[in-house]
């Protein structure tokens, strides 16, 4: 039970109840976590799987009501040992989280993911989105020329240690970022030491819990209205279809 951190942000936002950029620094640091875990995965003689997943972004990342972070949606993930190539110009992926080389249609590594991870850091330090109303060629054509705002240069009020670390994250050459999601974790925690910014589990998911209340609320009474209709005897067309997710259910 939870809702993915893009969903959060959405919410947030429309109900004036902040996100914190210390939520969100320990929330992409969880990520991170997860991250490293899965690119270090190997083989059951320990040959290493080589897992990128190539979709790492605020939709991808999923925050439960108890305040623990998961990683979801490896549908479009990348082994060594995949036997299916993405072909030739066919690009995988959300543009506005995508790395310059799989922009440019190059063999992606784990750093490819660590640079998604470096944009979700940008976006929540600067509180705007790195790409606004621009068309998915423009996005692509800024990726491949390196055209990418510090984010210091869009809010000067960033710690300066922070805004190396995002910067590192995303830089243009791989060679030049963290070279594993955990250095990148690693970094971060450091800083959100430093500077006193750690959240707990407790505080995130009471947050969250908070700002979905009415949905849950409204999940447990179709839940509980299902039940009974099912225990009554109903049909399945008769019972109505639960979307714990956003709007207010349909039915069947």
Known sequence: EGRCLDHVRRRSKATGQ???????????????AGLDHAHRLADFDGTPLNIVHRDVS???????FSGHVKLLDFGIAKAS????????????????YMSPEQ????KVDARADVFSAGVMLWEA???RRLWNNQRDDEKLWALVAGDLPRASS???????????ICARAMAWNRDERYQSAGDFQRALERYVASSGQAVS???????????????????????E???????AGATRDDLPVIDVSMRTPGTR
Not at 18 to 30: F, S
Not at 58 to 64: A, D, G, L
Not at 225 to 231: L, P, Q, S
């Open 18 to 32: 902040t996100l914190t950029p210390a939520m969100q620094l320990n929330i992409i640091a969880e990520m991170l």
């Open 58 to 64: 605020p939709q991808n990342v999923f925050v439960t």
């Open 81 to 96: 040992d995949s036997s299916h190539d993405t072909r030739v110009g066919i690009l995988k992926g959300k543009v506005a």
């Open 103 to 106: 922009a440019r249609g190059q």
């Open 125 to 127: 330090i600067t509180g």
């Open 154 to 164: 869009v809010n000067p009020s960033i710690p300066a240690e922070l805004d190396q």
């Open 201 to 223: 589990p407790g505080d995130l998911g009471g947050y969250i819990s908070v700002l979905f209340r009415e949905d849950r609320a409204r999940a447990s009474s179709l839940i």
């Open 225 to 231: 209205a299902y039940v009974a209709k099912a225990r």
